[in-house]
């Protein structure tokens, strides 16, 4: 007997960043995070697994091609335990129902697991969040687990931190949590997909290629290194988690664009206070600041935003506008960079039609 499940994830990207862990190993943040779940027509994983009686071994595929070491994947195999212990505790109580041998040992069967992205892998664009959140829901949805979004977030957490924000749709909320066990550092939805339907996400592909420093070890260098990274986790991440809250539930978009624009400036600023820095942006990326800034500057308004850039770990740029301004901006970024000579792609993404929402 086999049996298979197949899921697809989107992409989230944080307004308020999530950079430093005080637990590597269950990845547990030094602060709370805030992000926008991108709809699914541009940038998804998708994720396929097989269990069967007749596999030899849990094997896993990336992008079709590439067979991963899982022995030496600790995250994965975190992920793995985790789902499989509840699907262990699951057969249990449905034993006591229904009898052991109505009930399908999942949880002892090996499994084939196939992942891939729909765009460039590990080069900032949050492929480690969709993908976890993808294996740890098509997992979920496999072993048929009763349990909350949430509870399933605490365990997508443990793959890539930021996965556990792309279980939810719409605006989600990564609490840190105070405990050492983690089992208060979750995900909780601020907004549903419908709330704003105005805004949108346009994604400036800058460049596709792998990233120089991956953001476990480079976050692990700006904790060690970087004073002002402290400034940050006590001074001004937790105020600025109550105005972005506060800011898209009244979809105030000059309040979300300034602190989302200032939120990815301390980020980047920290990864230069690391020692040795971190350079994530580029030429282009601090191009596109400049052309955004300009552009901004056109209302001749101050305190009054048509856009906000926002970078992860990487150069690609990622700006939120209100619909009615994303044709000028589009105008705007292909004037400044024609694709033919800056090798610039961009879309745009209405962030909202994630459908596993729960
Ligand atoms: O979850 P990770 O290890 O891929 O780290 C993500 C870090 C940032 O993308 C830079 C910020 C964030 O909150 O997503």
């Known amino acids: 007997m086999l049996y298979e499940k197949t899921s697809t994830s989107p992409v989230n990207i944080a307004v308020i960043k999530y950079w430093g862990k005080r637990?590597?190993?269950l990845i547990l943040p030094t602060n709370s995070s805030i992000s926008v779940t991108l709809s699914q027509d541009?940038?998804?994983s998708k994720t396929t697994i097989r269990a069967s009686p007749k596999f030899t071994k849990t094997r896993l595929w990336l992008n079709n091609v590439e067979e991963l070491?899982?022995?030496n994947n600790a995250r994965l195999q975190n992920c793995l335990r985790a789902t499989k212990k509840l699907r262990k505790e699951y057969e249990d109580q449905l034993s006591d129902e229904i009898g052991r041998d109505n009930v399908i040992p999942l949880s002892t069967y090996n499994l084939h697991i196939c992942s891939e992205n729909n765009f460039p892998t590990a080069a900032g664009l949050a492929s480690s969040a969709s993908g976890f959140?993808?294996?740890?829901?098509?997992?979920?949805?496999?072993?048929e687990l009763p349990i909350s979004t949430t509870e399933l977030s605490k365990i997508a957490r443990q793959g890539s931190g930021s996965a556990c924000r792309s279980l939810f749709g719409g605006f989600v909320n990564w609490q840190m949590g105070t405990k050492q066990d983690g089992s208060d550092s979750q995900a909780l939805q601020i907004a549903s997909s419908d709330h704003w339907p105005e805004l949108e996400a346009l994604i400036c592909v800058v460049s596709d290629a792998k990233k120089s420093t991956s953001s476990t070890e480079g976050m692990q260098n700006t904790v060690k290194t970087s004073p002002l990274l402290q400034y940050r986790i006590?001074?001004?991440v937790p105020e600025r988690m109550k105005f972005m809250t506060d800011a898209i539930l009244r979809k105030?978009?000059?309040k979300f664009a300034e602190?989302?624009?200032k939120d990815s400036n301390q980020f980047h600023a920290c990864c230069l206070d690391t020692f040795p820095p971190i350079f994530y942006l580029n030429d282009i990326s601090r191009a596109i600041i400049r052309v955004i800034t300009e552009y901004n500057n056109s209302t001749g308004k101050p305190g009054e935003y048509k856009a906000a850039y926002t970078f992860d770990a990487g150069p690609n740029a990622v700006i939120y506008a209100l619909k009615q301004n994303i044709p000028d901006i589009i105008n705007l970024i292909s004037k400044y960079f024609p694709p033919s000579q800056n090798n610039l792609n961009?879309?745009?993404d209405p962030y909202n039609l994630f459908s596993n929402e729960s």
């Open 234 to 236: 006590n001074n001004v």
């Open 69 to 71: 070491n899982l022995s």
């Open 259 to 261: 602190l989302t624009m």
């Open 42 to 44: 541009q940038l998804q």
């Open 133 to 143: 959140a993808c294996l740890v829901y098509t997992l979920s949805q496999l072993y």
């Open 23 to 25: 637990d590597t190993e």
């Open 252 to 254: 105030d978009f000059n």
């Open 346 to 348: 961009y879309f745009s």
